[in-house]
């Protein structure tokens, strides 16, 4: 190998010396000036980092946020903010690298600041003061009216009262006019015993037309608003109304977690209709309460069961001299309840008459409807289940009604469809 050593040719002093002179193999072709673009390293300012968050997500969905989705909805209103006020847009004009706000010369006279070299603002010392300094809107949407709590007992720590995230989510209920009468009736109710006060332990019975206690206020699920469905659990989307005026769109998953998350929380179980025997002017006179008939749906998993269930056509028909609350303790544990947790749907108090002569009449009137099945019970054994019968529960309030009004010789129970027929 042969080496020719040539006196070399004196070093470029800068880089513009080494772009003007020859670039024989074209290695510099491409080589363009640096970009003045908008620095990308996040500091301390909040309002230049808000409007990154944005920009990343424009470079990435190759969209705008849409404020239809609740997911970005966040970012199209922080979006619109720094499109209207001047003082943020001229704030991050220089990393407006998209174009994103317009025509922003005029902003851009005003060069911004370097993130990372902003000084640090001081924390703020109250809520006034978060409020205060929202210049982008970020806290629109806060109800202050979930920090009215009623109905919570004084012995609760601060710690037990603090509120789920859901409550947060609150809005004034607009037409509440239609769920007072409701919270009055209940909280009439509630002052008897045709509540029972259960503690939450099932999804099952997130529904329409159900009461809670959550956190200390009254709720109502007044509507399934769309159905869905998480991990093939069934978790729809339901409208809740509370006591404090307010209401909230909530799936039934989110809500459950709420309830079971409240150690004080109650499902306040109640009968939608409360029929009495007697007439209003009968107890004005002083009639004597003698006893209660119920009708119940199970909460039973059993799949025997399942065929009458799906229908809703399986209750129980029962009568109480004492508290409904008192008898349905522990019905999981009870042959006669299907050893399993159950719902009641209606209650019936008799005033001057034998309670349980007026629960014979109902049986006798359904005999051919009575559920003729054998079941397990909790220790292995076998029973035949009594007072279960395969109708609906409004058919079984429409029997007992028209019992106690003397009509029900007009009547006669349709073998093929379970409900009443005039004759």
Not at 53 to 78: H, N, T, Y
Not at 97 to 108: F, P, Q, V, Y
Not at 159 to 167: F, G
Not at 175 to 182: A, G, I, P, T
Request: charged share 30%; with cysteine.
């Amino acid at each position: 190998m042969i080496l020719s050593l040539e006196k070399g040719l004196a070093a470029p002093q800068s880089i513009e010396e080494i772009l003007a002179g020859e670039d024989e193999l074209g290695l510099l072709a491409n080589v363009q000036p640096a970009s003045a673009k908008a620095p990308v390293a996040r500091g301390n300012d909040t309002k230049v980092n808000n409007f990154l968050e944005i920009v990343d997500f424009v470079k990435e969905a190759g969209r705008e946020p849409d404020m239809a989705s609740l997911a970005e909805r966040s970012l199209a209103r922080r979006l619109k903010k720094y499109r209207e006020d001047k003082d943020l847009k001229r704030a991050v004009a220089v990393y407006d690298t998209l174009n994103l706000l317009g025509e922003a010369a005029e902003a851009k006279e005003e060069e911004a600041p370097s993130p990372c070299t902003q000084r640090e603002a001081s924390a703020p010392a109250s809520l006034e003061e978060i409020f205060a300094s929202d210049s982008l809107g970020l806290l629109d949407d806060i109800n202050c009216d979930i920090f009215r709590l009623e109905h919570v007992q004084a012995s609760e720590s601060p710690d037990e009262r603090d509120i789920p995230d859901i409550i947060g989510r609150q809005r004034p209920c607009a037409d509440f006019s239609r769920y007072r009468e409701l919270f009055d009736s209940l909280a009439r109710a509630l002052k008897t015993s045709s509540v029972l006060r259960r503690s939450f332990t099932s999804e099952a019975c997130l529904r329409p037309g159900q009461f809670f206690q959550l956190r200390g206020q009254l709720c109502y699920i007044a509507a399934k608003l769309q159905e869905g469905d998480y991990k093939g659990r069934d978790n729809p989307r339901l409208l809740v109304v509370f006591d404090n005026h307010t209401e909230i769109e909530i799936l039934k998953l989110s809500l459950a977690r709420a309830l079971y998350a409240d150690k004080q929380s109650k499902w306040l179980d109640c009968a939608p209709n409360l029929l009495s025997v007697a007439s209003t002017a009968d107890q004005r006179r002083g009639s004597t309460l003698t006893g209660h008939i119920y009708i119940l749906e199970t909460l039973s998993t059993a799949p025997e069961l399942a065929p009458w269930k799906q229908g809703k056509n399986l209750v129980k028909i029962g009568y109480t001299t004492t508290s409904i609350e008192e008898r349905l303790r522990n019905a999981e544990r009870d042959r006669t309840y299907l050893c399993a947790p159950v719902r009641l749907v209606h209650a019936i108090r008799c005033y001057n008459m034998n309670a349980r002569n007026f629960e014979q009449i109902i049986h006798a009137f359904l005999n051919d409807r009575r559920l003729g099945i054998t079941m397990i019970d909790n220790e292995g054994r076998q029973y035949h289940p009594e007072e279960w019968f395969t109708v609906s529960a409004e058919t079984a309030l429409q029997v007992a009604s028209h019992i106690a009004d003397g009509t029900i010789g007009q009547y006669r129970l349709d073998s093929v469809s379970g409900t009443l027929k005039r004759r």
